[in-house]
T-cell receptor
């Protein structure tokens, strides 16, 4: 079954801790993306990667870091420097950089 | 950057009614997608439609790129159509970024 998986579904973090959100795809897509959604809002781009070992900042990259060591995987780390990390995080992928994007089920992060 | 506006922001329909959702954008685009976000947060792809008209069952979409708008039509609405509908665009100047509108929240009642 082809698709995008994200884990965990829910994540609770204490202030000052770094956490890593997982995103895996088996669609053989080259490009992967991380978006953040706040309540009642649309999605905003955090980071994206078009090829392995390369990634670019999106509109709201401050306080986040990513890696792309494998084509299938694009983990996102929310660092303690992110001032307001409580949000819904969605990962997406596409076959080419201008192609149709498909989304995973998301991770809800809450900072306690 | 490109601006995306969706209207109406909220819509309440009785089951069986038809509706039209609108997406206006401020610049030329090479990608436009419509999504349905269900109550669990999952974004479901409805249409990839940078131009032209497409239909999928009770849903159809039209994008008039030269006039910078897109319309999503929902016919014979069902309660399962409830949720938030997003339009997202990629302008011709950017490699990968999708810019989302703030969505139309649809509630279909019995």
């Amino acid at each position: 079954d082809g698709g995008i998986t994200q884990s965990p579904k829910y994540l609770f973090r204490k202030e000052g801790q770094n956490v890593t959100l997982s995103c895996e795809q088996n669609l053989n897509h080259d490009a992967m993306y991380w978006y953040r959604q706040d309540p009642g809002q649309g999605l905003r781009l955090i980071y994206y990667s078009q090829i392995v070992n390369d990634f670019q900042k999106g509109d709201i990259a401050e306080g986040y870091s990513v890696s792309r060591e494998k084509k299938e995987s694009f983990p996102l780390t929310v660092t303690s420097a992110q001032k307001n990390p409580t949000a819904f995080y969605l990962c997406a992928s596409s076959s080419v950089s201008v192609g149709e994007q498909f989304f995973g089920p998301g991770t809800r992060l809450t900072v306690l | 950057g490109i601006q995306v506006e969706q209207s109406p922001p909220d819509l309440i329909l009785q089951e069986g009614a038809n509706s039209t959702l609108r997406c206006n954008f401020s610049d030329s685009v090479n990608n436009l997608q419509w999504f349905h976000q269900n109550p669990w947060g999952q974004l479901i792809n409805l249409f990839y439609i940078p131009s032209g008209t497409k239909q999928n069952g009770r849903l159809s979409a039209t994008t008039v790129a030269t006039e910078r708008y897109s319309l999503l039509y929902i016919s014979s609405s069902q309660t399962t159509d409830s949720g938030v509908y997003f339009c997202a665009v990629r302008d011709t100047g950017t490699a990968s970024k999708l810019t989302f509108g703030t969505g139309t929240r649809l509630q279909v009642t019995l």
